[in-house]
């Protein structure tokens, strides 16, 4: 594990589109506004004539991809998460997954480590937007190789898809040589004491709180669950059968997240406890990305607390 | 697809179009023949005369394409469709039925012709930008063509659009507004007023043309004048009788979207078959 390793994840998308620029003629690359901060912008420099900056015009960019896809094109919708799928929902919703259409959203600056910007500009919804609409594939890697990974997958992969992606810069938790398959989990580190779902850029803290359980004698399964539709349901009975419980770290929203999805998995197939970490029922704030964890419940320090409490109950 | 050039041959088709619409309706229970019927000259002369395309390969890479922006004009879609020989005339009495390829508003997935599923207002016209733009970037000849309802023209997704697609200059593109003064709640002018409507297309920097919508030569003549537009996306606002051909219907809201009881159905087909005939 190279934890030195620390970059946006965003560097891991914005490099992954130039080799899509090279390699498939038929990327192009969409924003409204925001290409340096998503970095859409390393595409638009190298090939200009397929980059299509609409202004700040979220619902007119997801439906002109959504044209550009009927011609054979691979639209990269790309902007903050929060306003793609607020804003565009209903162009998503009835054009988009409805017509079935291959389109690529990509949605940065997830979650609350967005940080300063404050609760108008983190996505803590967006999961649960994207992952209920019929059609709609989900994936939300963990650090910049893994963005890189899937989104040179998802532009092979026909029909909709939604990336989420986060703004801090965050240790890597996979490498270059890493697998990854969309809808297989990734089991980070195996423990013998209880079973962590994690999905995003939070797995750096979630790794964080592993140390800090290995000096209390404490052994945790990690898995990386980076798509969250088509969910991996076999790795999460497989583990619920094992430990009887479960838990999730997720930088959203209780309320139709990554614990909610896996809730549903176990309800029908295998009824067993769980403990969601993730937001509860609020809307996030202003303040510095380790502030903001820590008050959230979702630093390694407070993962690590909320971990000793399950397995004592 | 053989073109249709007789002018009082296209009338009729425009006639026969109406008569499967109220049909198809009045079979369903529900939909919506005020504005199938307003934009059924519109739709006669782009399907039968001015747009390439092939029935029988709806595939064909190099086809005009049509959105219908106002889905909620899928009767007028699907009647045309058949005309043009996507699927039997048989099929239209399934409309709005389960099972049915016909839905309330078109499906793309479920119907061939479809080439985008619409029904939520406001979204054609950049669908329509983007299919625009990709041809330009191909060098492909193909144009596109979309249908607009005037009251659609309160969805703000709309003007994004048209500022996108004079941006991008896509000469390519040929907006059509079927403007019947009529929105569900009543006048246009009163729900939210459009005028000066030409302006405001002008003011975003398309080429403007008003026409006569169920004046056949008219709505010729503007495709005609599109053909010329190089540097710029052209909207035909057409001016329109909401249930346009059927007496009771005509400029009343309304007929937005009811059908017609038995009586209303033969009284409705009587007069437009007495066109057809005559």
Redesign the interface.
Known sequence: MKTQDIRPIQDGYGNALLKLGETNPNVLVLDADLSTSTRTNWFAEKFP??F?D??I?E??M????????????I?FVTTYGVFVCGRAF??L???VC????NVKVVGSHGGISVGADGGSHQAIEDIALMRILPHMTVVVPCDHFQAHKATMKLAELKGPAYLRLAREATAALTDEDSDFEIGKAQIVTEGDDCAIFFAGTIGAEVMKAVKLLHDKNIFPTIINMHTIKPIDKECIIKYAKKFGKLMTVEEHLQAGGLGSAIAEVLAEEYPAKMKMLAIYDRFGESGQPDVLLDAFGLSARKICEQVEGFLKK | MEKIIQIDQLKKKAEEIRYDIIKMIAGAGSGHPGGSLSAADIGAVLFFNEMNYDANNPEWKDRD?FILSKGHAAPLLYALLAHAGFFERSELKTLRKYKSRLQGHP???MLPGV??????L??GL??????????K??KKKYRVFTLLGDGELDE??VW??A??AAHKKLENLCAIVDRNRLQIDGDTEKVMALEPLKAKWDAFGWHTILIDGHNIPDILHAFEEFHTIKTKPTVIIAKTVKGKGVSFMENQAGWHGKATDREQTEQALKEIKARINA
Do not use: H, W
Not at chain 2, 126 to 135: D, M, N, P, V
């Open positions: 004539e397929r299509i609409v202004g015009a619902q007119n997801v439906d002109i991809a959504a044209g550009l896809s009927l011609e054979g094109k639209p209903d162009q919703r009835n054009t409805y017509s079935q259409l | 394409k499906a793309s997935l080439e985008v599923s619409t029904g939520s406001g979204q950049s669908i329509a930008s983007g299919i625009a733009l990709a041809g970037m191909d703000g997704q994004e659009a500022m996108f």
